[in-house]
């Protein structure tokens, strides 16, 4: 929680916008190992130390539900909601594409999508948004001069 958020500090961010859905990875039995691996703190308490941290230096922390967001193309402005056909469709795992046959990383798409639930105008007059993300370790994160 710390690392997000110095981060953003880093960065300028004001705003950190968190995607949450009810019940999600706070208790999860699939083997001790398994556990010790993939669950170390419970989503809640990540969220809490988060905004605790992040407000405390002046962060704006925003939870957002987050359904249709991973069905719903982000790159053809599909309003983001339960409709009966999608305007775009994951094709593999990791790959969505849009109308138009453009590909962007699913969790890309969700979490864009999850900005724009939260500040319908977010991305108002910006003209291209990078359509993979590139991966960062903790230490990239704290360390990095670049952008992302």
Request: with cysteine; glycine share 10%; aromatic share 18%.
């Given at each position: 929680s710390g690392s997000i958020v110095e981060y953003a500090l880093s960065r300028?961010?004001?705003t950190i916008v968190i995607g949450h859905n009810d019940g999600w990875k706070q208790s999860v039995d699939i083997g001790k190992k398994n556990n010790?691996?993939?669950?170390?703190?419970?989503?809640n308490m990540l969220i809490q130390q988060?905004?605790?941290k992040a407000e405390e230096k002046g962060i704006n922390v925003m939870i957002q539900e987050e359904s249709?967001?991973?069905?719903?193309?982000?790159?053809?402005n599909e309003s983001i909601e339960q409709h009966d056909t999608y305007m775009g469709k994951r094709i593999e795992r990791g790959v969505f594409q849009s109308a138009n046959g453009t590909l962007i990383h699913a969790d890309l798409n969700a979490s864009y999508n999850t900005i724009r639930k939260a500040v319908p105008?977010?991305?108002?007059?910006?003209?291209?948004?990078?359509l993979y993300p590139r991966s960062l370790s903790i230490k990239e994160m704290i360390t990095s001069k670049g952008g992302c």
């Open positions: 300028k961010i004001d010790q691996n993939f669950v170390q703190i419970p989503f988060i905004k605790y249709y967001t991973s069905i719903c193309s982000f790159l053809d105008e977010a991305f108002d007059g910006i003209e291209g948004i990078g």
